[in-house]
């Protein structure tokens, strides 16, 4: 059997293949919406109720594929966007944190923190980093896997190997942190937002921070051994010459920054 059909057979081949058939995240989102409109023309001609345990107040399910049900849907979009709990802290730490990376501070930390790892410690640190990464929200998912490859390159390892652990921690372990980030505050006004309705108690922003510390460490491990035994086995020597900008190492000026 060749190198070429022992990668693309068992079980992570069959992984690969399928999930090279998942279709685009707009399509997904569509076709989600497209079933959210069936369920509810079935229920609503179920006549479905549901009886709100705070008020006592009665609700049906409404069918969105109506026209009183589209109506509803049009007239009330913005009214949701504005209305939504988080939405304020959201954007002010949106803004302060697209600023900190406008002007270089997260990529510079991110640099200096990775391109200073043992080589012993290089696929650990790649995804510890990427995790905590979503502190800066998605910039991490921009600057994390590119400048794992170029170190995985220079190292003398597979730059896609790299460019796949960066990517992993960034995404696999986007709401784990060692510190509260967006997702937390986000996640405690959904919450909260959600506990008014049934008079519940509120939650504190740090109220999963000893869950997400762990599985800061838990995915950074697991990460580590998956890329080590599984992905750079499956991607073997890599022979080829690749030229990759903007990714070098820490200048002299973002160095004064980081110490400022």
């Known amino acids: 059997m060749t190198d070429s059909k022992k990668k693309t057979s068992g079980i992570l081949g069959w992984i690969e293949r399928v999930g090279n058939k998942i279709p685009h995240p707009f399509m997904l989102f569509l076709y989600l919406l497209i079933v959210v409109g069936v ?28 026209g009183e049900g589209l109506t509803y849907a049009l007239t009330n979009m913005i009214k949701n966007f504005v209305g939504f709990a988080p939405l304020g802290l959201i954007l002010t ?52 896997p590119p400048l794992a490859g170029l170190i995985f390159l220079y190292s003398g390892r597979h730059p896609l190997a790299g460019v796949a652990a960066g990517y992993a921690g960034t995404t696999a372990g986007f709401s784990a942190n060692v510190m509260p980030a967006g997702t937390d505050a986000l996640l405690q006004g959904i919450t909260n937002a959600a506990a008014d309705i049934v008079n519940a108690p509120h939650i504190e922003i740090t109220a999963n921070w000893y869950f997400m510390i762990v599985s800061t460490f838990v995915i950074s491990i697991v990460g580590t051994f998956v890329n080590n035994k599984i992905i750079e086995p499956r991607l073997g020597k890599f022979e080829g010459k690749i030229e990759v900008e903007g990714t070098g190492a820490v200048t002299e000026e973002e160095r004064k920054g980081l110490k400022a």
């Open 93 to 144: 730490m949106t803004l302060g944190l697209g600023m900190a990376e406008d002007v270089g501070f997260m990529g510079a930390f991110m640099k200096s923190t990775i391109l200073g790892a043992p080589d012993w410690a290089l696929v650990f640190m790649v995804m510890f980093i990427g995790i905590c990464g979503n502190i800066a929200s998605d910039a991490a998912v921009v600057i994390i």
């Open 39 to 66: 369920l509810s023309f079935i229920l609503n001609k179920m006549g479905i109720e549901e009886v709100n345990p705070g008020t006592g107040e009665t609700f049906i399910v409404n069918n969105v594929f109506s």
